[in-house]
């Protein structure tokens, strides 16, 4: 038998291998699944594809399998470990850490400003697999990046480098590290290249592929290129790329995916025009977040943690099973009706910790005018579906009525959630990863397949207009006109309410004393007596009312039209 693409997803633990058919036509179909355990510990990986390919061959009743090509993932031997050191920590620092995750690193350390002796130790005993320089915007701060890179040269790893910071220094960088340090290095686009810009997507492309570089050579991974002849990236990077293809499909969306160990959250969001003007520093389009501590089964005691043990015992006293007995019994996957139901309950607490740490809010601040909004973080308002993916959001009886409580969560309406309407979809084939590597190569069958997995028909997308956009635009121009017109209005009414006189603020003078009548046409305006006068005399006119009746003999200056003088009155002679 023969297939066109097999998909390896290499475990810490378990490999799995998805087969695809049909690859180049309008119905590609994902044919089969067989898994083994990982034999990267073993000294080769080989062992456990080969061991997954016998399992789907058995499954399907085969005695052989060929392929055309194998894709792969990996998070085995520990994924992508990287540490990341940057300027400022709400900055350089931060955008480097999105890069990395978004790209599927596993970020071990994060320093800002110069490294210290701590912080040397600290990254020799982490021994990572890639190390990520930034620090300065472009054209700005140069000597923290340089100085951090000399002393990470000066510990003599063998670490490729990805230098992320100031555009200046990469030639520096260069002979830093050049060929007697025995680290490589890659220079990329600056993440923060000018405040509240980040550039992050050029960054997570080079750290993929400096991992595939990587994992090629990694004990146990050697002779991976035996059986694997297409892109390997990292695991949770597969995820990010395929939600980054389904938002080219369905628009603002987020991906959770729960496991045994961490819970991973994926979003792929811009914010709304009313939150984008408080927002207090940038956040990334595409953004990842690894709760380390929100695992079903590996990490469920911090779950319960979480939850508080009381009130945990109290909600398994209402649903009728033992808490202590079904700990007891739990291992890994739930097998009976008592696990299940405590798996559903730890799974919602991981889902919602997960997202209010991956979402933003609104906070209010203090000054001198008063109190005022700001939103910090991510903003999933424009939120338009959740979809779930990993072992418990695919296999859970309850998996649908868990992602519903998200927009539940927000009682107090400042957490940046989605809302009540957004959509829940769930990837029943469990296959996200796999078709996350797929779409590198094959973006339309990936496409094809999410729909299938997903079980929904992708909307059609039409193409906006540039007269359409161009109307878009001065509506929401004149809106943000309109709402800062009835936020002075209040802020008028505010002040008068505290006992101020705003009546010089209600009705401003125009520009010019353009005043206008009914009709729109301007008025005309009418100057006092006295001004009247002043020009008559000017005009020569004579010299009538009470400029006429002014004693005019100490006076220094001269009459314009006679040789009598004035007194200090006329302010024009």
């Known amino acids: 038998m023969k297939v066109d693409i097999l998909v390896a997803e290499i475990g810490s633990t378990t490999t799995v291998v998805n087969a695809f058919n ?60 990287m540490t990341v050191h940057g300027l400022v920590y709400d900055m350089t620092a931060k955008a480097a850490k999105e890069a990395a995750l978004g790209a599927g690193g596993i970020i071990h350390y994060i320093t800002a400003g110069k490294l210290r002796r701590t912080d040397l130790a600290k990254i020799k005993d982490i021994n990572p697999n890639l ?16 100085d ?58 080079v750290i993929q592929d400096a991992f595939e570089e990587h994992i090629t050579n990694a004990p146990g991974m050697e002779h991976v290129r035996d059986m694997v002849n297409g892109p390997i990236i990292p695991t949770p990077g597969a995820v990010m790329e395929c939600t980054k293809l389904l938002y080219e499909c369905l628009g603002d969306l987020i991906v959770l995916d729960v496991g045994g160990a961490t819970t ?11 939150v984008a003007r408080i927002m207090i520093s940038p956040e990334p389009k595409a953004k990842r977040t690894v709760e380390g501590d929100l695992g079903v089964y590996v990490n469920r005691m911090k779950v319960i943690e979480s939850i508080g043990e009381e009130k945990l015992r109290e909600e398994c006293v209402k649903m009728g099973i033992d808490l202590d007995k079904t700990l007891e019994s739990y291992v890994a996957i739930p097998k009976n009706e008592d696990e299940i139901k405590l798996v559903e309950r730890l ?34 308002t424009q939120v338009q579906y959740i979809i779930g993916t990993g072992g418990a959001l695919t296999r859970l009886p309850h998996r649908v009525e868990i992602m519903q409580e998200i927009a539940k969560h927000n009682e107090t309406g400042m957490l940046l959630f989605p809302g009540e309407h957004t959509k829940i979809l769930v990837d029943n084939e469990y296959i996200m990863a796999s078709l996350g590597v797929l779409s590198t190569r094959f973006p339309q069958a990936a496409i094809r397949l999410l729909e ?46 505290m006992g101020y006189d705003m009546s010089a603020y209600k009705n401003p003078e125009p520009i010019g ?11 005309k305006r009418v100057e006092p007596e006295e001004d009247q006068e002043k020009k008559a005399i000017q005009k020569g006119e004579g010299l009538q009312g009470k400029w006429a009746a002014q004693d005019m ?13 004035h007194c200090d009155d006329r302010k024009d002679s």
């Not at 910071?165 to 000018?194: R, T």
Request: aromatic fraction near 6%; charge should be negative.
């Open 347 to 380: 799974t919602k607490e991981a889902v919602l910790r997960a997202v209010e740490r991956h979402a933003g809010k609104i906070r209010y601040v203090y000054g001198p005018t008063g109190r005022s909004s700001v939103a910090e973080g991510k903003d999933l």
């Open 452 to 497: 299938k997995s997903l079980d929904f028909k992708f909307p059609e997308k039409k193409e906006q207009s540039y007269q359409s956009k161009y109307i878009d635009e001065l509506n929401r121009v004149s809106e943000e006109a309109r709402q800062k017109e009835e936020e002075y209005r209040k802020h008028i009414e505010e002040s008068e309410a």
């Open 513 to 523: 004393g353009a005043h206008k009548n009914q009709d729109g046409s301007p008025v």
């Open 131 to 146: 190390i990520l320089i930034a620090g300065g915007v472009d054209y700005g701060e140069r000597d923290t990046a340089l």
């Open 264 to 274: 991973d959250l994926h979003s792929v969001a811009t914010e709304s025009d009313q």
């Open 148 to 205: 951090n890179a000399e002393m990470i040269r000066s510990m003599g790893l063998k670490t490729p480098i990805i230098y992320a910071g100031n555009c200046e220094n990469q030639e520096e960088m260069k002979l830093i590290f050049d060929q007697e340090s025995g680290m490589k290095l890659y220079n990329v686009e600056n993440v923060y290249p000018k405040i509240d810009d980040l550039n992050v997507e050029p960054c997570r492309r």
């Open 22 to 81: 049909g690859i180049q036509t309008d119905n590609p179909v994902f044919w089969a699944q067989g898994q083994a355990p990982t034999s990267v510990l073993d000294g080769d990986v080989r062992i456990g594809l080969q061991g997954a390919i016998d399992d789907l061959c058995k499954k399907m009743n085969i005695d052989s399998l060929e392929y055309d090509e194998m894709l792969a993932t990996s998070s085995a031997a520990g994924g992508l470990k």
């Open 553 to 565: 003999g100490d006076c220094s200056h001269e009459c314009p039209r006679c040789t009598r003088t």
